[in-house]
């Protein structure tokens, strides 16, 4: 239901650090592989033998190289492990299913209402926070009133949320009261929007957790961020409230004697960051039940200790190859895409697309947590994941046939080849700094093009910081024909923000009448129909594979570190289990 906020999504592509790659022009061999699952699988629900002991703490460990900022409120927090925080402190507000679609079941349930535009809530009757006040639906409606406040900052103040009536009004001052949202009783109100889209089934416009009134509705929004009440003592109407706070690096949780679904089974739980180079001693020394964030890197280092096993799970993010097609035209606020750019040419672009082996990359350098990137929705989506499409794998002399096709010939005999009209041909790869292998796969990538003949160069010969990359990307550097980088998704499977004419992260500057149609249909509320919108999300899939403004390369699993004396830790996306339901089965994590 969450969905990622644009910085965070733009900053996952620090975390994909690659290393070098030997070629691989072994076609037989490949499809042998194709034909058995690639990389580690999936590992969901972990359980360990054991009696439950009375009165121990569970000890989390978060794997950061910084300290946690310490923001504890929804419509101000944007740092992850701000969030992973909040987790325990949050009730669940609504449940989610399989493919994190709302649903009932949870602190609240949801009805959905598509041919009136709105949606029903209705608060579980024991839905309470940590100080014995109940969650009411003036809870809710807080949380607009701060996020559309004219003195917020922060930047939950997006377009699903300005969907809501009356909330732009609200907003410039015109009005006192946001009209769209109606307080049918303490504990059910309704939303109305202007427009009713398939996101909102996933929470798009919709508070995911309630904002404590009672306590904020006296406090100006521009004092907020900084008041005790989000810095040192924020209320809870989830499973644990926050009891004491070590400031950047430790959190101690107890359990909300108030909590709707009962009292926690372990009642204090001890939550801390640790270090990327201290964790696997740490673990080893038994110092930790549950460890969060664990980089792919460690997974080597982890996985074959005695005392922990590994929870394993597709990652909602993705690695990509985007090639520059156009530019982004501020006036219009719309892409306008060239057709004479120079990788205008979809036979040069899969031609590339088919120089890589992404397999390779996963399974040598990541010990299979990462696998070629079929399609572009990813396979946590499981009802919009197309089985059928098997992306890109290297096939060089495909490869070199497309470019013989569109005309890329090497003229002069020197290996590289030409332009169509047979003038030098360079192409620009820009690909952000970060960690030692960074550089290394930047080289595979260019060696593999050299390969079939194309002449690749770094972008002004270097690798870019993430921030410089992100501004020359956005801003359509002429230096830069081609990039390398990563998506967050999100919960919400909808690619509108990262491939509509109207998106100014559609980087590519890729739009045509067929995409924006096929858009059309994921946003149409035709699309609230299961059916419907699968077979809208495998045609998007599909046009994009055919059409290759990008080149999806890695998909990723996610892992976390289980102590054996964790009876049970369970991850599979819409599962009843949550860290309400942990047991121990000794009184320390197990050595």
């Given amino acids: 239901m969450k969905k990622l906020s644009k910085i965070v999504a733009l900053c996952l592509a620090t975390s994909f650090l690659f290393t070098a790659c030997g070629r691989s022009n072994d076609k037989s061999k490949t499809n042998q592989e194709e034909k058995k699952e690639v990389g580690v699988q999936d590992n969901l629900v972990i359980e360990n033998e054991g009696t439950p002991v009375e009165n121990a703490t569970l000890k989390i460990a978060y794997v950061s190289d910084s300290p946690f900022t310490g923001i504890f409120h929804y419509a101000f927090s944007q740092n992850s492990s701000d969030l992973e925080i909040m987790t325990y402190c949050a009730g669940g507000t609504f449940k989610v299913d399989e493919n994190f679609k709302l649903i009932n079941g949870g602190g609240a349930d949801i009805e959905f209402k598509p041919e009136e535009k709105k949606v029903i809530i209705t608060i579980n009757e024991k839905y309470t926070w940590n100080d014995g006040t109940p969650v009411t639906s003036a809870d809710f409606l807080e949380y607009y009133k701060i996020v559309a406040h004219k003195d917020y900052t922060g930047i939950r103040f997006d377009d699903d949320i300005r969907n809501v009536v009356g909330i732009d009004e609200y907003h410039a001052g015109k009005t006192k009261d946001i009209s769209g949202f109606k307080t049918l009783s303490d504990k059910k109100f309704e939303i109305n929007f202007k427009t009713f889209n398939p996101g909102i089934l996933w929470g798009g416009g919709i508070p995911y957790e309630p904002i404590p009134s009672h306590k904020l509705k006296d406090i100006p929004v521009d004092k907020q961020e900084a008041h005790d009440i989000t810095r040192k003592s924020p209320l809870s109407p989830g499973p644990y409230y926050i009891k004491e706070i070590i400031p950047g690096q430790q959190v101690v949780f107890e359990a909300n004697p108030y909590y709707y679904k009962g009292q926690p089974k372990v009642k204090r739980v001890i939550w801390k960051v640790v270090p990327s180079a201290q964790i696997v001693a740490a673990l080893q020394a038994g110092e930790y039940d549950i460890t969060v964030a664990l980089n792919a890197d460690l997974y080597s280092k982890v996985k074959d200790l005695k005392n922990i096993k590994v929870g394993v799970q597709d990652d909602l993010s993705y690695t990509y190859i985007g090639f520059k097609l156009g530019k982004w035209d501020k006036e219009k606020g719309e892409v306008v895409t060239d057709p004479n750019a120079k990788m205008a040419d979809v036979r040069l672009r899969k031609a590339m697309a088919y120089a890589i082996d992404n397999n390779l990359v996963g399974t040598k350098f990541y010990e299979g947590l990462r696998r070629n990137a079929t399609q572009l929705m990813i396979p946590a989506f499981k009802e919009y994941y197309d089985e059928s499409l098997k992306g890109y794998t290297i096939d060089l002399e495909k490869a070199k046939q497309l470019l013989d096709e569109a005309g890329y010939k090497d003229v002069n005999g020197d290996g590289i080849r030409e332009d169509k009209n047979g003038q030098p041909f360079k192409i620009n790869f820009a690909s952000m700094s970060g960690g030692a292998t960074a550089e290394p796969i930047a080289q595979y990538y260019m060696q593999q093009w050299k390969s079939i003949g194309l002449d690749v160069q770094l972008t002004n010969g270097r690798l870019i910081e993430i921030n410089s990359f992100y501004d020359k990307v956005e801003a359509d550097d002429p ?65 994009m594979f055919e059409n290759v403004p990008v080149v999806p390369t890695l998909f990723r699993k996610s892992i976390v570190a289980v102590n054996n004396r964790v009876k049970k830790w369970d991850i599979t996306p819409g599962s009843t289990f949550t860290v309400k339901d942990v047991e121990l089965t000794a009184p320390e994590p197990i050595k």
Avoid at 499 to 509: E, H, I, L, T, W
Avoid at 526 to 542: L, Q, T
């Fill in 479 to 543: 230096e830069i024909d081609v990039y390398q980088a990563a998506w967050g998704t999100g919960s919400n499977p909808n690619p509108t923000a990262f491939y509509g004419r109207k998106a100014a992260f559609n980087f590519p500057r890729y739009a045509t009448p067929e995409l924006d149609a096929i858009l059309n249909k994921i946003n149409s509320v035709e699309a609230v129909d299961k059916d419907y919108r699968s077979k809208a999300y495998k045609e998007f899939a599909n046009y």
